[in-house]
């Protein structure tokens, strides 16, 4: 998504019901992306990531989706608990582009009691 | 070893002044990160190192940033005549080789200049 500076994109989700984030990356280069969390104040938390030739890939509560067709990535959170709230992004890493990750503007996950 | 630390965690500093960050990855990692972040924005890279190499450097690392690991452990960040557009949190990553792209983060220094 594009930067909108202070006013990142919002989800609002009931605690319990599942959310799904989406994030379009850039570069068709890219063979690994990573979904992070960002709680106030602290640095961004791993979460988990998938590589290029996987269009799955499912953890405990998380599952990201890849589709390289249309350059897409999303998170799917089950059962998403308070804890959940967090500022999430997605990174990427261009094949060829050393160790370095893009990261892209962030969703806003807010779960409501 | 309780993860990426970076001291300090706030700088209040006056435009013109120098500013020293510095950060201590995970002991058993040899790779490690400089990141900038803005408020509502994802981290942008600034300059990794491998062991005490710079590797590489971002263009938004203009010369008056300087990063050093001199001995392949702890690094340091130093920005030289500080002006008000360097306000940011300011984030250290390590990672191992072989260890996947993905990294762990300190919890940042938050800069703020007046």
């Known amino acids: 998504g594009e930067s909108v500076g202070l006013h990142l994109p919002t989800l609002s989700v009931q605690e319990g019901d599942n959310s799904i984030i989406n994030c379009a990356y850039s570069n068709s280069a890219s063979d690994y992306f990573i979904w992070y969390k960002q709680e106030s104040g602290k640095g961004p938390q791993f979460i988990i990531d998938i590589r290029s030739n996987m269009d799955k890939r499912q953890g405990q509560r998380v599952t990201v989706l890849l589709n390289k067709t249309v350059k897409h990535l999303s998170l799917q959170i089950a059962a998403t608990q308070p804890g959940d709230s967090a500022v999430y992004f997605c990174?990427?890493?261009?094949?060829?582009?050393?160790?370095?990750?893009?990261f892209g503007t962030g969703t806003q996950l807010k779960v409501e009691l | 070893d309780t993860g990426v630390s970076q001291d300090p965690r706030h700088k209040i500093t006056k435009r013109g002044q120098n500013v020293t960050f510095r950060c201590d990855p995970i002991s058993e990692h040899n790779r490690l990160y400089w990141y900038r972040q803005t408020l509502g924005q994802g981290p942008e890279f600034l300059t990794y190192f491998q062991n005490e190499a710079q590797l590489e450097k971002s263009r938004l690392l203009s010369d008056r940033f300087s990063a050093e690991r001199p001995k392949g452990s702890f690094s340091t960040l130093e920005i030289q005549r500080t002006e008000q557009g360097d306000s940011a949190m300011y984030l250290c990553?390590?990672?191992?080789?072989?260890?996947?792209?993905?990294?762990?983060f300190g919890s940042g220094t938050r800069l703020t200049v007046v």
């Open positions: 990553a390590s990672s191992m080789t072989g260890g996947g792209y993905g990294y762990t």
């Open positions: 990174a990427e890493r261009f094949t060829g582009g050393g160790n370095k990750l893009t």
